[in-house]
């Protein structure tokens, strides 16, 4: 962890100490601090401007029952003004514990859980599988690298195309199950198929980026370590227990996190890969994004809700994770 | 770090190894022939499951018909390269790429732009209310989204920005500009602030300090950023599907999509304008790979 230290304030001559009195201490403030506030004024402002005003809008709307018909719209050379009203929190309850709120909220909410989990663990477990493999003085190591790498390399919006051909029915991976006379499951139609075809595109989609971070990380641990846990006697697994576990730890705890906020809003993937057919295998955001965009009339309100939702679940889980990993006395590498 | 104290019992055999005449040692990180021969057949496995996806989309790319993918094997007799002709003659695939190339270098600019003072500042400086805008940073790397889409959508509805490029590079900047200024304060961090005492003894202000001696420094993580914010403003879904109306100014992403249709599918069409998206940015990609992930988790290596 960097040290905090204060360039801005350089040493001025005649440098006064601050003076007690809220006033002169702002002004004090203000004059050892402005050359931070300018330099950080832009990107507060484009936070302030596209980010924190289009929240609290959202917000608004969450509160109203705002759809497509409602709303202000222009139609031809006729502007209609906006009729919807203030309902208050409403739509949250109805998500929450409305008559179907199990169908709508909850399934999702549980379904989405369970991919995060799935996916992020098998990034992670192949991943560093990978990496502790590449680790290794190997011939052709740099061709296994760079093809390993591929599917980051190629955006996503290409690949699920590929990989949607690959599943349809009598794809290529159904034609190679049946050739091996196993049974060819439905990966685009049936539902329990459907979530295990989204993992397998999504973890082929992100074990790159966990292997190059890894390897990363691996390559910065400190070759003595390995070589004295040896003449203590360590055998490989209590070397990579011991050694190469810690070693990798704030590295993990960083990939993690992202992994899980990525995964968790991961959109394209499971847009791309079923579009609107799919209702059961949508995990919230693009449930959400249904909501609002695929379906007449848009539901604005219960979208923008949902979004909010699902911002409140990241932002308890980021903090629980920051608070969990500051007990365990590590940081967080962002 | 903790190093977690080793408990050393006897020494423990290593398993699987013949104890009896002293073998001459391998360096460490060296495995026996089993074992390298293991190691390598996972990795080409691996290897090959990463591969096959995309040499399969560049072979059926290849063949005519747009049901070809469901019989493979009648491709080799008749492949040819119509596909790509077609995609490029008669096509937007060119509207296309030009929407792509304008949103995503729009956003890439703006953000790179607006972030990088930010970056120094939090980098170099503390000042209060930093630790609230950092948290503030972070939180916008995790907004779904659904968060942003409705009352952006109502927003740029109402400025009549609906189905223009600055609108979505508008969008696309509310998460290109905190994730640039995240990727600096990081690359930032690795330049020595022996470097910032000498310009400040030298008599330049924190800001020409930062103008003359960092900037010019700092250019790869510049690049870092730069290339970060154009790939995700590239390969973004959801905004350019739904903001964007005109099938002239779709972007790559949606108009990709646009082949597969409720009634029609020309999936020999769309393969062939997936290869042509992929070769390039698979090529940039590869060249500035080795600092991506530097720029990721720079901090995080150190420890």
């Known amino acids: ?64 029952d705002a759809n497509s018909l409602n709303s202000a719209r222009t139609i031809g050379v006729n502007e209609i003004a906006a009729t919807y009203k203030f309902i208050g929190l409403d739509n949250y309850a109805d998500i929450l514990w409305g008559p179907t709120a199990y169908d709508r909220f909850w399934s999702h909410f549980v379904w ?67 050739f091996l006379h196993l049974p060819t499951p439905a990966w685009l139609e049936d539902t329990f198929w459907q979530r295990t075809a989204a993992i397998m595109v999504n973890t082929w989609c992100g074990v790159p980026f966990m292997m190059v971070s890894l390897l990363g990380g691996l390559q910065s641990v400190d070759g003595a370590l390995y070589e004295a846990a040896e003449m203590d006697g360590a055998n490989a697994w209590q070397r990579f227990r011991h050694v190469t576990l810690p070693g990798l730890r704030s590295v993990s705890s960083t990939v993690v996190l992202l992994g899980v ?49 699902l911002l409140a679940i990241l932002i308890v889980f980021t903090s629980f994770y920051r608070r969990w990993l500051n007990r365990h006395e590590q940081q967080l590498a962002i | 770090m903790s190093t977690p104290t080793l408990r050393t019992p006897a020494p423990v055999p290593p398993p699987a190894s013949p104890p ?81 190339l ?5 956003t890439t600019l703006i953000g790179v732009l607006v972030s990088a003072s930010t970056g120094y500042a939090v980098s170099r400086m503390r000042f209060p209310g930093y630790r609230r805008f950092m948290w503030a940073l972070l939180v916008t790397q995790m907004f779904p989204v659904a968060v942003l889409m409705v009352p952006m959508y109502q927003i ?54 930062f103008v003359r001696l960092i900037l010019p420094l700092a250019k790869p993580g510049l690049a870092v950023a730069a290339f970060y914010s154009f790939i995700t403003a590239f390969g973004e879904v959801a905004f350019a599907t739904t903001f964007l109306l005109d099938d002239r100014k779709y972007t790559l992403a949606v108009g990709l999509q646009s082949f597969v249709s ?42």
């Open chain 1, 1 to 64: 962890m960097t040290v905090a230290i204060d360039r801005a304030t350089g040493k001025r001559r005649g440098d006064r100490a601050p003076r007690p009195g809220p006033v002169s201490r702002l002004k004090h403030g203000y004059r050892k601090h402005w050359y931070a506030y300018a330099m950080i004024a832009p990107v507060a402002v484009v936070l302030g401007v596209l980010v924190l005003y289009p929240l609290a809008y959202g917000f608004y709307l969450t509160l109203t």
């Open chain 1, 112 to 178: 989405t859980i369970g991919w995060t989990a799935a996916c992020v663990a098998l990034h992670y477990g192949i991943g560093l599988a990978l990496a502790l493999l590449l680790d290794q003085k190997l011939r052709g190591r740099t061709f296994y690298r760079l093809v390993l790498i591929l599917p980051w390399a190629v955006p996503t919006f290409v690949t699920v195309f590929g990989w949607r051909f690959m599943l349809a029915d009598s794809g290529v991976v159904n034609s190679a199950l049946d």
């Open chain 1, 261 to 309: 906020i990525w995964t968790f809003n991961q959109f394209a993937v499971i847009f791309l890969l079923f579009g609107n057919t799919a209702p059961e295998a949508q995990i919230l955001v693009t449930w959400a994004y249904q909501l609002g965009f695929g379906q007449q009339p848009r539901d604005f309100a219960q979208s923008a809700a949902y979004g909010i939702l």
């Open chain 2, 20 to 100: 009896a005449p002293p073998r001459p040692v391998r360096p460490r990180g060296e495995r026996g022939p089993l074992a390298r021969l293991a190691s390598h057949a996972v990795l080409a496995t691996a290897s090959a499951v990463a591969f096959f996806p995309v040499a399969w989309l560049v072979f059926l790319s290849l063949g005519p018909d747009k049901d070809d993918y469901l019989h493979p094997g009648g491709i080799w007799r008749k492949m040819t390269l119509d596909n790509y002709a077609f995609v490029l003659q008669h096509t937007a695939f060119f509207d296309w790429l030009k929407s792509s």
């Open chain 2, 102 to 106: 304008i949103v995503s270098l729009g």
């Open chain 2, 156 to 209: 740029l509805s109402r400025l009549g920005l609906i189905d223009s490029y600055l609108g979505l590079i508008l969008v696309y900047c509310s998460t290109a500009v905190p994730y640039c200024a995240w990727l600096m304060k990081g690359y930032f961090d690795t330049i020595p602030f022996e470097i910032d005492e000498a310009g400040r003894v030298d008599g330049l202000s924190p800001i020409g300090t």
């Open chain 2, 262 to 303: 409720e009634h029609d599918a020309q999936r020999h069409l769309m393969a062939a304008t997936a290869v042509l998206i992929a070769i390039p940015v698979s090529a940039f990609f590869y060249l500035v790979q080795r600092n991506l992930v530097t720029g990721l988790t720079a901090g995080g290596t150190k420890g």
